[in-house]
């Protein structure tokens, strides 16, 4: 994409996607690769910087993860962050051990000891997010320290060498707990790296149209499209490319928000895109019967869409024949699912959906032309290529759509229910102008009843929880304060023209502990 760009040596952090996050919001360009990369293959690659992300070992576990030879012989800047700054300690001839007092976890003071570069425009204390265990006792020969963590003792906190070329923090600069990270990440991206800001999405769109319509030159595509962000955004881009040789396909699974099937194929005429829509609603519902565990719902749900979808693409190349499937996987996707490269011994956070599956079931070639963008570039590039406000600005929605949300079995009549539910809670949050505010906001039917007044009667119907939180990334989330007069509408209108449910609580949880969905 530049020339000026980062690399990532990812050691397993669960942080790693956030560093990248933070470095591109910089205007710089960043990947992710596994540590065990050579010398020679970091310098064939060309970074300008690497940085050394945190991780779950100790650097004196016999199988933690270690640096190629080499490597920090490039000459080139050099960030460790926690584990990667006790690894350029322990290989540069410094001193790590386990730390004399409580570890630190969660929010820290540091003071800052000299001024630097990486600290220009900071006072001298600072609040931090620390997560480690073992601490440097000794400096590595050649540096020196820059801030110490308050307590007794006071621990290392930040160091660089004296050419100024490798730094360490021991704090993690990417995290929102670290209120100054983004001015320490672009000190050290601007004045110690030399960088500048040559990374903005929105630039590309001409771009990756020419890149596609070279890449796919005579060949028909299909894509499965679900109305998200992601998904619209690889249609219009390749549409913009082929035209009609792409061929959108939605599965209407009966397992999404009130009206969102109608949504989508009013958006996709207004876009111009040729969209195929197949009703499968009774079969997810019959491969969802007395299926009651979160993660065989997403299997049952994951082997139907892909058999639907795998009909209804040869029933399509029955017609004409078909080159290319085209998914709208992000590099997030790709991060979380260990396609990056993560450290050895590292746990992928999660197989997702979009990276895999269907083009081994298909046979086709796969053509992924968002790989490299995260969702907020996602949303740049769909805003550069005219897509509407309703589907670039969509809070985040779970793969498995209302049957996550649905505590227990899936029925058709419960979701009917929940569909009504959230939609009226939508609805009065974009009344209150709160959903540019809320990152997420949804309802959870759970699977007990409720006993309730009915008039001069009694009743005995659903519970309904409501969840708001505010994030940046969905790492962690804070539940979200909806003014009391906006629940006390939302709660009264469910319950009302709701009438089997008759309870509706307010989920004040935070992540951590809980996640932001509940299944």
């Known amino acids: 994409m530049t020339d000026e760009w980062v690399l990532i040596l990812d050691f397993g952090s669960q942080y790693t996607r956030l560093i990248a996050k933070a470095i591109r919001a910089q205007g710089v360009y960043c990947e992710v690769a596994p540590p065990t990369l050579s010398a020679r293959e970091v310098r064939e690659r060309g970074p300008r910087a690497l940085v050394l992300s945190g991780g779950p070992r100790s650097v004196y576990e016999p199988d933690a993860p270690r640096l190629g030879p080499d490597v920090l012989k490039l000459g080139i800047p050099v960030l460790g962050i926690c584990y990667g700054m006790q690894l350029l300690a322990q290989l540069l001839g410094g001193r790590v051990e386990r730390s004399s007092r409580k570890a630190e976890y969660g929010v820290a003071e540091i003071e800052i000891v000299e001024d630097d570069p990486l600290f220009l425009g900071l006072g001298r204390r600072g609040r931090v997010w620390m997560s480690h265990g ?58 110690i790296c030399g960088l500048r800001e040559r990374w903005r999405p929105g630039d590309l769109v001409q771009p990756k149209v020419e890149e596609l319509r070279a890449q796919l030159e005579g060949k028909r595509a299909l894509i499965a499209v679900s109305g998200g962000v992601d998904s619209s955004v690889a249609a219009v881009l390749v549409h913009r490319a082929i035209g009609d040789r792409l061929v959108p396909v939605f599965v209407d699974t009966g397992l999404l928000r009130k009206g969102e099937p109608e949504r989508v194929r009013r958006v996709f005429e207004r876009l111009g895109l040729p969209l195929r829509t197949v009703d499968a609603k009774r079969e997810f519902f019959e491969k969802l ?231």
Do not use: C
């Not at 110490?148 to 923090?169: C, F, H, K, Q, T």
């Not at 058709?412 to 997420?440: M, Y």
């Not at 505010?470 to 009438?499: C, F, Q």
């Open 289 to 519: 019967r007395g299926v009651t565990d979160p993660e065989g719902k997403r299997k049952a749900i994951g082997e139907t869409f892909i058999r639907v979808f795998e009909r209804e693409a040869r029933r399509l190349e029955r017609e004409e024949p078909l080159d290319v499937l085209v998914q709208g996987t992000i590099y997030s996707d790709v991060i979380e699912s260990g396609g990056a490269g993560t450290a050895h011994g590292a746990e992928t956070i999660k197989s997702h959906h979009n990276v895999g599956g269907l083009p081994a079931q298909l046979g086709f070639e796969l053509v992924e032309p968002l790989r490299e963008f995260f969702k907020d570039e996602v949303r740049e590039l769909g805003r550069a290529l005219g897509l509407p406000e309703e589907i670039v600005d969509e809070p985040p929605f779970p793969g498995p759509g209302l049957a996550v949300r649905i505590l227990g079995e899936v029925t058709p009549e419960k979701v009917a229910l929940l569909q009504e539910a959230d939609a009226i809670l939508r609805e009065e949050i974009q009344r209150a102008k709160l959903h540019r505010e809320i990152w997420q906001y949804f309802a959870v039917l759970l699977p007990v009843r409720s006993v309730a007044v009915r008039g001069d009667g009694r009743g005995y119907g659903y519970v309904v929880a409501l969840r708001a939180v505010h994030s940046r990334d969905g790492m962690t989330a804070d539940w979200y304060k909806i003014p009391h007069g906006v629940l006390e509408r939302i709660s009264s209108r469910i319950t009302n023209e709701v009438p089997p449910i008759t309870r509706v609580v307010y989920d004040i949880t935070s992540k951590p502990p809980g996640t932001i969905e509940w299944e």
């Open 134 to 191: 073992d601490v440097i006792a000794e400096l590595p020969p050649g540096f020196r320290a820059l801030a110490y963590s308050a307590g007794e003792p006071p621990l290392l906190a930040a160091m660089r060498d004296e050419p100024g070329r490798i730094y360490g923090v021991q704090f993690h600069p990417e995290v929102h707990h670290t209120p100054h990270g983004p001015r320490m990440l672009h000190n050290w991206l601007r004045r």
